[in-house]
């Protein structure tokens, strides 16, 4: 009924125009006048490939009104855009060698045939008016991502990749003061956090605890610390096995954070906040543009927080500088680097008694906080290297060095709660590793007849190199005393504590070595189907060598082949129906390797498998819907010691199954969510000898989550927000002995824009004072969650 309406509307203003009439419209608003204005300028970033989907992606960037034949559109390619235009010029660009023009009209523009040479010299008039259209309004949903370069490495539509993706805008991150990954996949459905030892970040994809699936702008960020946020544009959430596009690792999902760039749009943006518990924190970006060749952005940070917890603070810092030029308007450099410490207490939280959460104040620290620490020092330098040649192939190098220096130490609580007493344990880690990868892709679209074609293929390089020395605590200067009985009432220690690598302790080096080729197409067979297909070939070569213990020296390598497979139905063009399957190997690798008991049956990869189906929804360009249904099977998984996380145990396999629903995006102009739930269960499929019988449920997998955002606009200075989580109960790990409660917790914001140039916002976390377990390690590494806490920002724009 819309399309048919649409379709009269431009019939019947098609024959006004015939008649010489013109039709005068009363403006709805600033923007409506804005886009008519010849000199209206906009930011655009659209690569290089098939012109129709750069045409979709001008429409959503600009909320121009474009008239448009697919006809005329399909097989052609276009060198892309990056940078701040004018409409027009911006669309003769993007037109360059189409043979195609562009037409202003009295209410947007119409694309047409160019006229055709006579031989006379004179051009014959060709202009074609066509019978679709394409309006869509100034989109300004602060929580909707229309499109993404990371899950295919193509700029896709979110709602035409066969995978659910969530994705956490720079809006979201601003609006609910999210300074970690824990914080921003809070409200993501299908993932959880984990403790990570107090030291690192740690995710649960689908029942599927990682410590490694972390990417920085499609590169691997292989180490164990907490990153922060401070220059990150967005957040990106792919669930589902993606090795084909990531290589090893990819498991049950990936993270892939997207930096702040350099470019041609200039912001001198500072924040400054503070907060309970003695927070302080301060963040700068700023872009400055040189000429029309070059632009730089510096981001900074510092800050300096306490804790709820007795005894707990940390202090990190941050700078990262990035360059941008453009030689010409067909080539593209950035270069960029980056300096982050960040120093904080190991805190590994409460043990368990008789089968749940010791009843403890939240505050209560077990052990030592003052011998508790964790420390790390990151330096990266990276390139990115774009070219569009004539042909229409785009070529793409990116290269990444990061060396990471990490020590952690901690004192605490290793065992259960019995008789009063509770056990303590000590140890430290010191790791140092230098990795170094490059991506060279290249991507290109064709026909094949009547069916479209954007290929890519590509070949990434890469050699991870570890140090990894752990030393264990002995007690009172006894080289048998490894545990500490204290009792409850008082767990903190002063007892003096020797920390000595024993032959049974892990002194080793490593280095990987990674060649993958892979390849993939995007086929469309007709408008409303679509097929992806792709494979990567990963050659993967373990050197490791153990310094302690007879020197044991291993050598292995993995030739693993992941596919991915996809189709997707669109009846109507806001919806797609998805199917995928796809594969995904996890080698030992990294901090995989830094215990001792290292065999070649250790060295065997985990294997991961999904199928998954789904619908998206772009209800409007500013309201996504996501639904979900997937099956992950994983097989050859290595499984912690409920009790002793220095010890694991290979399991033959778990399947994990669950439906995941997400909406994001602009329920009016003034109100905006972000949310979505899940159920999920997970069990092995095998028994783990000493921890797990078959059918046991996975840890850390609460059967129902749900979490819901809202925003709303009271008027254009004055805002505020309320969220809810809620996590299900689930058991701490793979023996089933340990139960931790469901909870709800309510967080709100308030927000003002004072001034042009200076807004506020105040964040309440945990608005009811709700008592509750935030994420777990173990049986007896558990975290509470915090109590009430408020957080002020102060955000200046010059």
């Known amino acids: 009924m819309i399309i048919r309406r649409i379709v009269k509307c431009v019939c019947f203003y098609a024959v006004l125009l015939n008649f010489g009439l013109t039709l005068t419209f009363p403006p709805k608003s600033s923007f409506a006048e804005s886009i008519n204005t010849p000199l209206t300028i906009r930011t655009f970033s659209i690569p290089a490939g098939s012109l129709q ?147 690192r970040d740690a995710l649960v994809f689908r029942g599927n605890r990682s410590t490694g699936d972390f990417f920085i702008d499609g590169i691997r960020d292989d180490a164990e610390f907490y990153r922060d946020l401070y220059n990150i544009e967005r957040v990106e959430v792919l669930k589902g096995a993606n090795g084909m596009i990531f290589g090893r690792g990819g498991s049950g999902g990936v993270v892939n954070r997207v930096s702040k760039q350099a470019n041609w749009d200039p912001v001198r943006e500072f924040t400054f906040q503070g907060g309970s518990f003695n927070q302080k924190r301060m963040t700068a970006d700023v872009g400055y543009v040189i000429n029309d060749v070059a632009t730089v952005r510096l981001n900074a940070l510092y800050e300096d927080a306490g804790s709820f917890r007795d005894g707990v603070n940390m202090e990190r810092l941050g700078i990262s500088p990035t360059i941008t030029i453009k030689p010409t308007h067909r080539t593209k450099i950035v270069a960029g680097m980056e300096r982050f410490h960040d120093d904080r207490t190991a805190d590994r939280g409460i043990p368990s008694f008789l089968g749940r959460p010791v009843n403890v104040h939240e505050s209560q620290f077990f052990g030592d906080p003052k011998r ?244 998206k929804w772009d209800i409007r360009p500013d309201l996504a819907l996501t639904g979900a249904v997937y099956q992950l099977d994983r097989t050859n998984v290595i499984t912690a010691d409920p009790n002793d996380p220095t010890r694991t145990f290979l399991a033959k396999g778990q399947r994990t199954e669950g439906v995941e629903i997400s909406l994001n995006g602009q329920l009016t102009s003034d109100w905006s969510v972000m949310g979505g739930y899940a159920y999920q269960t997970g069990e092995f499929t095998s028994e783990v000898p000493g921890v797990a019988k078959k059918g046991a449920t996975v840890g850390e997998l609460p059967r129902h989550t749900f979490s819901a955002w809202n925003r709303y606009d009271i008027t254009p200075k004055v805002g505020a927000a309320v969220g809810v989580i809620y996590r299900g109960e689930m058991f701490a790990s793979a023996d089933n002995t340990v139960r931790i409660p469901d909870f709800t917790r309510v967080d709100a914001a308030l927000f003002a824009q004072f001034t042009k140039r200076f807004r506020g916002q105040l964040n309440i976390e945990n608005l009811f004072d709700a008592n509750y377990f935030a994420s777990v390690h173990n049986n007896n590494n558990i975290t509470p969650g915090s109590p009430i806490a408020i957080r002020a920002t102060l955000i200046a724009n010059f």
Do not use: C, W
Request: hydrophobic content about 35%.
């Open 53 to 199: 989907d750069a045409v979709n992606q001008f429409v959503e960037q600009s909320g121009i009104k474009l008239i448009a034949d697919p006809v005329l559109l399909q097989g052609k390619v276009t060198f892309g855009l990056d940078g701040n235009f004018e409409i027009q010029s911006a669309l003769n660009q993007l037109l360059e060698n189409s043979g195609l023009q562009i037409n202003k009209q009295a209410e947007g523009y119409i694309i047409a045939v160019q006229p055709v040479e006579s031989g006379s010299g004179s051009s014959a008039e060709s202009i074609v008016t066509l019978p679709l259209i394409k309006i869509t309004a100034d989109s300004t949903s602060r929580y909707t991502a229309m499109s993404t370069t990371t899950a295919t490495k193509t700029n896709t539509l979110l709602r035409d990749v066969p995978q659910a993706i969530s994705v956490i805008t720079n809006e979201l991150i601003k609006d609910q003061s999210i300074r970690s990954l824990g914080d921003a996949v809070r409200y993501v459905p299908g993932v959880g956090v984990s403790q990570g030892e107090g030291n």
């Open 372 to 615: 508790s620490n964790a420390n790390i020092n990151v330096l990266s330098f990276n390139s990115l290297i774009e070219h569009k040649f004539d042909s229409g192939v785009t070529l793409q190098n990116r290269t990444n060095y990061t060396t990471y220096d990490k020590f952690y130490q901690n004192i605490f609580a290793n065992s259960q709660v019995f008789a009063g007493l509770i056990s303590l344990g000590a140890y430290n880690n010191e790791t140092t590793r230098e990795n170094v990868f490059n991506q060279t892709n290249l991507l290109y679209s064709l026909n094949t007849g009547p069916i479209s074609h954007t290929l890519m293929a590509g070949i990434e390089v890469g050699r991870q190199e570890t140090h990894n020395q752990r030393k264990n605590g002995f007690f009172n200067n006894d080289v048998s005393q490894v545990n500490l009985r204290v009792p409850l009432n008082n767990p903190i220690t002063n007892a003096p504590v020797d920390f000595l690598t024993r032959d049974t302790d892990a002194h080793n080096r490593s280095i990987v070595n990674v060649t993958s080729l892979y390849i993939q197409d995007q086929i469309e067979l007709l408008p409303q189907l679509q097929l992806i297909a792709g494979v990567r070939y990963d050659m993967f070569e373990v050197d490791f060598r153990q310094r302690n213990a007879g020197r044991d020296h291993l050598k292995t390598r993995d030739d693993l082949i992941a596919p991915r497979f996809g189709v997707i139905y669109k009846p109507i063009e806001p919806v797609s129906f998805y199917a995928s399957y796809s594969q995904a190997y996890v080698p030992r690798a990294g901090d995989q390797l830094t215990s001792l008991n290292v065999t070649v049956d250790t060295l065997r990869p985990e294997k991961f498998t999904t199928l998954e189906t789904g619908v």
